[in-house]
């Protein structure tokens, strides 16, 4: 834990592997510019690694005014402990009041690790963080707290949580979730090299090799997303939102009930446990719009869904309702588009 410091920087943490800068620390760079601003800071990046000092002025391209940059040849692979080992030493260094790191499979790894060495609060898989004052009970009042809110209860309600003793204010914040901002090739900003001490014994594991399996589907980057949900009846039938989704160059997408379903592969899944998406156009087939699924896929520009019962909640976000069957309506709209084409 770290003294409560309200002049420390707001801090984003660089994720990269092999060189290439993960797509989240360049989302968080919106939230977290807008943070650094309210609470008049500096907003830097950290990035680890071996090879990776290039990704500063990307870094703060898109909007940071520093970055820490920690090399060493016992970074250039991810381990728990070397990566939380580092940062809790730059944490108890330069004392920043925030902390974010993506919701990603290393965020979600890392950023535990650290609040149990320092002693510090996290909240995981935020949506949204603001800046707000808090009134504890002891009338004591709180300025200037990061608003860490996600949902709870399985989604249906949400959240807000604060931490004003247990500092720095550490969130995980989900992919997908924060629009990345465009960048700025004029910007200019602070590069800081950081001696790291680190041996072999600060690493448990020899990693002998990498296996990475490539992901099916970037529904992140689609403009267009068919999805499917258990309406859709069968893994055959699904059949339906490959076809329409292939006529249209989109992507198919699907809900978790289809996925549980065995209809389509897990990377398909849009929503709170799937990904997050905002397409141009999101045409949602036999969802029935629950609040988990709405999570991911409400910030579309545009929404049709094609339900046959008209009270489903899918048609509260919709901007184009279709009541009626799906096995009527899609090879309708196939045939159309193929007739048009
Ligand atoms: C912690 C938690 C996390 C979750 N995360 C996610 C998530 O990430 N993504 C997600 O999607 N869900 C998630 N869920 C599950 C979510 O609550 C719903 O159960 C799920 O979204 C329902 O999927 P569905 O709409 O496909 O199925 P259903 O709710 O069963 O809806 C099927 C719909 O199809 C319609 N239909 C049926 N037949 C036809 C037909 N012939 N023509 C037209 N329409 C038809 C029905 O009217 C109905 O509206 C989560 C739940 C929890 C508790």
Wanted: positive net charge; hydrophobic residues 40%.
């Amino acid at each position: 834990m770290i003294r409560v410091n309200k002049q420390g920087e707001v801090w984003v943490f660089g994720e990269q592997h092999r060189g290439r800068l993960e797509d989240t620390p360049i989302e968080l760079m919106s939230k977290g510019r807008r943070l650094a601003d309210t609470l008049g800071v500096k907003l830097a990046t950290v990035v680890l690694g071996n090879g990776v000092g290039d990704l500063a002025t990307k870094l703060i391209h898109y909007g940071a005014d520093k970055v820490y940059v920690a090399e060493h040849p016992l970074l250039g692979t991810y381990q728990t402990n070397s990566y939380a080992k580092v940062m809790f030493d730059l944490i108890h260094k330069y004392e920043p009041q925030i902390v974010l790191y993506g919701a990603t499979i290393t965020g979600r790894d890392l950023a535990p690790r650290i609040a149990s060495a320092a002693k510090a609060g996290l909240t995981a898989d935020c949506t949204d963080l603001q800046i707000g004052d808090h009134r504890t009970q002891d009338d004591k009042l709180h300025k200037n707290l990061m608003f860490q809110i996600r949902p709870a209860f399985g989604g249906n309600i949400i959240a807000t949580i604060i931490n004003y003793d247990r500092w720095p204010q550490m969130a995980t914040v989900r992919e997908g979730v924060m629009p990345p901002p465009e960048p700025d090739v004029t910007r200019r900003g602070e590069v800081i090299t950081e001696k790291v001490q680190l041996t072999q014994q600060d690493l448990p594991l020899e990693i002998l090799a990498e296996h990475k399996r490539p992901k099916k589907v970037n529904l992140k980057t689609a403009r267009i997303i068919i999805a499917g949900g258990a309406g859709v009846g069968s893994r055959e039938n699904f059949k339906l939102i490959w076809d329409l989704a292939n006529c249209l160059g989109a992507a198919p997408a699907a809900s978790r009930a289809a996925v549980d379903l065995g209809f389509i592969d897990k990377d398909h899944q849009v929503g709170q446990t799937g990904t997050t998406v905002r397409p141009v156009l999101y045409i949602a087939v036999g969802i029935s719009g629950a609040i988990q699924h709405q999570a991911g896929m409400s910030q579309s520009q545009k929404i049709v869904a094609i339900n046959n019962d008209p009270e489903a909640p899918i048609f509260q976000v919709a901007h184009y309702k279709i009541v009626g069957d799906l096995n009527v309506v899609v090879p309708r709209m196939i045939k159309g588009i193929k007739e048009k084409k």
